[in-house]
Nanobody, 121 residues
């Protein structure tokens, strides 16, 4: 299964980026979609997820209130809107899909390729 992630780039602290992840329709319509991130030398960490029905959603503590996950059924695309970005948000961001609810500590069935987000101070 191919998940196509895009939207990474370089931004100054306080700025915004929106990541996109496109999935095949049969995945998008029935799987939970989520976002993780990884800094070299550290474990991949959960950021946010949304069930196929759009509820429930889950967020990690660090980006809560700054990041928003959403999904567009017509485009088979999940989004991660990232606002008020901080240098510590710099990481490779991965989208993921799983038939079950995605939460911190779970390992998704499918991963997309990473997209690099760099936040400068």
């Amino acid at each position: 299964v191919q998940l196509q992630a895009s939207g990474g780039g370089m931004v100054q602290a306080g700025g915004s980026l929106r990541l996109s992840c496109t999935a095949p329709e049969y995945i998008f319509s029935s799987y939970a979609m989520g976002w993780f991130r990884q800094v070299p030398g550290k474990e991949r960490e959960f950021i946010a997820s949304m069930d196929w029905s759009r509820a429930p959603t889950h967020y990690a503590e660090s980006p809560k209130g700054r990041f928003t996950i959403s999904r567009d059924r017509a485009k088979n695309t999940a989004y991660l809107q990232m606002d008020s970005l901080k240098p510590e948000d710099t990481a490779i961001y991965y989208c993921a899909a799983d038939p079950h609810e995605l939460r911190p500590g779970t390992r998704p069935r499918y991963w997309g390729q990473g997209t690099l987000v760099t936040v400068s101070s």
